[in-house]
T-cell receptor, first 117, second 118 residues
Framework: ETGVTQSPTHLIKTRGQQVTLRCSSQ?????VSWYQQALGQGPQFIFQ???????GRGNFPPRFSGLQFPNYSSELNVNALELDDSALYLC????????????????FGQGTRLTVV | AQTVTQSQPEMSVQEAETVTLSCTYD???????LFWYKQPPSRQMILVIR??????QNATENRFSVNFQKAAKSFSLKISDSQLGDTAMYFC???????????????FGKGTKLSVKP
């Protein structure tokens, strides 16, 4: 157990709908990253939040958006769902300090399996 | 842009034997980090081992060790005394340090499915 929890664990949505996935980061961690893992592929970086602000984004369209809250938990929102959005969505939390070239371990949650039909 | 390539989609090994998983990467960076992650059927990514590029010594963690060849941009994982619990997907990942106060993102390969047979 890493202390990173994601909800829900499974979700089925219809094409065109909107979905919100949630991630509770490990205690003391201020950075949350989201990844999309399609079946049979490695995870792809969606975006990262650091101290409530987006801090880096991968090659994903604007309909993928997110939030980080004061307690450092995070949400991933996807609008206008497409069939290709079906994937495992992973959240990873870590701890960083401004001004440091810190590389701490990223702790992953168990993911949310999203199926779009 | 950085890329990570794992050329072995599937591998199998007998329990107690040794297996090596391959990974190559492409980057123009001089300083970076490399990782091997394990993803069992429970789906949770677990860090197996980490290597800093500026360190010449290969990282080891109990039964797990790496062969890091910086010039060749190669980063293989050796699992000794394989156990049934080692059965999982293994992902090689690259990370460039980010100096703005947060951790850089991970770039993953497509993974190698390892099966340990009794």
């Amino acid at each position: 157990e890493t202390g990173v929890t994601q909800s829900p664990t499974h979700l089925i949505k219809t094409r065109g709908q909107q979905v919100t996935l949630r991630c509770s980061s490990q205690s003391g961690h201020n950075t949350v990253s989201w990844y999309q893992q399609a079946l049979g592929q490695g995870p792809q970086f969606i975006f990262q939040y650091y101290r409530e602000e987006e801090n880096g984004r991968g090659n994903f369209p604007p309909r993928f958006s997110g939030l980080q809250f004061p307690n450092y938990s995070s949400e991933l929102n996807v609008n206008a769902l497409e069939l290709d959005d079906s994937a495992l969505y992973l959240c990873a939390s870590s701890s960083s300090q401004a001004g440091e070239t810190l590389n701490t371990e990223a702790f992953f949650g168990q993911g949310t399996r999203l199926t779009v039909v | 842009a950085q890329t990570v390539t794992q050329s072995q989609p599937e591998m199998s090994v007998q329990e107690a034997e040794t297996v090596t998983l391959s990974c190559t990467y492409d980057t123009s960076e001089n300083n970076y980090y490399l990782f091997w992650y394990k993803q069992p059927p429970s789906r949770q990514m677990i860090l197996v081992i980490r290597q800093e590029a500026y360190k010449q010594q290969n990282a080891t963690e109990n039964r797990f060790s790496v062969n890091f060849q910086k010039a060749a941009k190669s980063f293989s994982l050796k699992i000794s005394d394989s156990q049934l619990g080692d059965t999982a997907m293994y992902f090689c990942a690259f990370m460039k340090p980010y100096y703005g106060g947060s951790q850089g993102n991970l770039i993953f390969g497509k993974g190698t499915k390892l099966s340990v047979k009794p």
